[in-house]
């Protein structure tokens, strides 16, 4: 981002993400600075999340984060569609407590849920 003029920057964000190796606080950040379109992926760990967050919560985190412009998800069937269409239709973003609470219920799958970070 420090060498070109870039508009947006994807970046993988779920809320694992201030767990270990956080973009929230740096990758975020830096496009904040830099008036960046933030674009999300990895919003549903891969499909790792069920049973730890829902659809609706998953991405009400990452669309509830400063600068987030979009979130890129992939669906492997029409009834994930639905599911996610669902998840943007009732979104209301989500204030300081529950965003919280959605990364307490996380701590302890970091590793899993973050496996695209590699230390």
């Given at each position: 981002?420090?060498?070109?003029?870039?508009?947006?920057?994807?970046?993988?964000?779920?809320?694992?993400?201030?767990?270990?190796?956080?973009?929230?606080?740096?990758?975020?950040?830096?496009?904040?600075?830099?008036?960046?379109?933030?674009?999300?992926?990895?919003?549903?760990?891969?499909?790792?999340?069920?049973?730890?967050?829902?659809?609706?919560?998953?991405?009400?985190?990452?669309?509830?984060?400063?600068?987030?412009?979009?979130?890129?998800?992939?669906?492997?069937?029409?009834?994930?569609?639905?599911?996610?269409?669902?998840?943007?239709?009732?979104?209301?973003?989500?204030?300081?407590?529950?965003?919280?609470?959605?990364?307490?219920?996380?701590?302890?799958?970091?590793?899993?849920?973050?496996?695209f970070k590699r230390d």
């Amino acid at each position: 981002m420090r060498r070109f003029a870039f508009d947006t920057v994807l970046v993988a964000l779920n809320a694992t993400d201030v767990h270990r190796l956080p973009f929230i606080s740096t990758v975020l950040a830096e496009a904040a600075r830099r008036n960046l379109g933030v674009i999300a992926m990895k919003t549903l760990a891969g499909g790792r999340m069920p049973g730890t967050l829902s659809v609706g919560d998953a991405l009400g985190y990452v669309w509830s984060l400063p600068g987030v412009s979009l979130a890129i998800v992939g669906c492997s069937s029409p009834e994930e569609v639905d599911e996610n269409a669902r998840a943007a239709r009732e979104f209301a973003t989500l204030t300081d407590v529950p965003m919280r609470d959605l990364e307490d219920r996380t701590r302890g799958q970091a590793s899993s849920l973050g496996y695209f970070k590699r230390d």
